[in-house]
């Protein structure tokens, strides 16, 4: 089942009685399982009809007893497990009957961040259409979902504040809604944002970071692209999140250089790279120090520096850091 066809059904308050909701936007998922909720349950009925397990220390027996429960004074009752992903071999294959004959009175709901498709369990769930993932909105994305929240709550914003915004900000929709909320509170009524806005709320000291490492790299200088990352680090950003960045940031600067190369104006850099105009000239000056083979270079590190991350038994940091001395060392 799509997020798109899961939504029809929250609409129409004909949710299944299975479902598990798993995938990397965190934000999108719990939103969801807040939505799913109030199509299940009215107001009145939550306490009496809502029971919330976590996976991690689970007693199957406790979860059994409260999908077979009948709803009190209510149609449905509301059963969620969280956090799912860390449910373990024998929690899957005790509840797998259930699975295959749930009970229609129950809506039970599994949320995790990834699933097994080799288990049974996730197979079952998968030809009943009861498995919906979230992934993470990509940077192509990212733009129309703020300009639909803000639509939403009477406000507009400009295209400049708009790029402004998002190079602030980046893709985590949790930080997105943050920092909305801050910019809605800013503005106080329905109005029209523009740079000034965004220039006075939306911090700035990620990206400055993340454009300085830039520099560090494109300079060569090892220690200073490190002392930033551990920085970043130490502000409380974790190192794919980091990583993601970096990416992003490569991406503009190749963009920005080749359009440069091929005698583009700003406006048309700007637009092409997708970055507000008076970036532009920081982001030209820093592309010259790099050639068509350091980006690539650049962009096959970042794959690799992906895939170590989400390795088991990886620590993040140290390969963000090997990753940062590579990069502006200069090895390959």
């Known amino acids: 089942m799509t997020p798109e066809h899961l939504q029809q059904a929250i609409n129409s308050h004909n949710v299944p009685s299975v479902l598990f909701l798993y995938g990397g936007e965190s934000f999108l998922r719990q939103k969801a399982l807040k939505q799913i909720e109030s199509s299940v349950l009215s107001a009145g009925s939550v306490d009496f009809n809502r029971n919330i397990f976590h996976a991690k220390g689970l007693a199957v027996e406790q979860v059994l007893e409260a999908v077979l429960t009948f709803p009190v004074f209510a149609e449905r009752r509301f059963v969620v497990i969280k956090d799912a992903h860390s449910l373990t071999a024998s929690d899957l294959e005790d509840l797998l009957p259930y699975i295959k004959k749930p009970a229609s009175e129950t ?6 961040e990834k699933i097994d498709s080799r288990r049974k369990f996730f197979q079952t769930l998968k030809k009943i259409d009861a498995l919906v993932e979230f992934k993470p909105l990509n940077d192509r994305q990212i ?3 703020i300009r639909a929240h803000l639509d939403d709550r009477g406000f507009t914003i400009t295209g400049d504040a708009l790029l402004l915004f998002v190079s602030r900000v980046g893709s985590s929709l949790h930080e997105v809604m943050t920092e909305l909320e801050k910019l809605s509170l800013y503005a106080g009524t329905p109005r029209l944002i523009d740079v000034p806005d965004i220039l006075a709320v939306v911090s700035n000291l990620r990206a400055e970071n993340i454009f300085e ?3 560090a790299v494109g300079q060569q200088n090892p220690g200073k692209a490190l002392t930033l990352g551990r920085h970043l680090i130490a502000d409380g950003e974790a190192p794919l999140k980091i990583l993601s960045l970096l990416s992003r940031h490569y991406r503009q600067l190749w963009k920005a250089r080749e359009l440069q190369v091929e005698g583009c104006s700003s406006s048309e850099i700007a637009r092409g790279a ?6 532009v000239d920081g982001l030209i000056a820093q592309g010259r120090r790099y050639s068509r083979t350091d980006f690539r270079r650049a962009f096959n590190l970042f794959v690799e520096a992906d895939l170590a991350m989400q390795s088991t038994g990886s620590r993040p940091e140290v390969v963000l850091e090997n990753l ?3 990069l502006a060392s200069g090895r390959s």
Not at 274 to 279: A, D, Q, S, Y
């Open 107 to 112: 809506c039970l709901v599994f949320s995790g």
């Open 143 to 145: 733009p129309g979902f």
């Open 213 to 215: 490492i830039g520099n």
């Open 274 to 279: 997708g970055v507000p105009p008076f970036v």
């Open 324 to 326: 940062l001395m590579t």
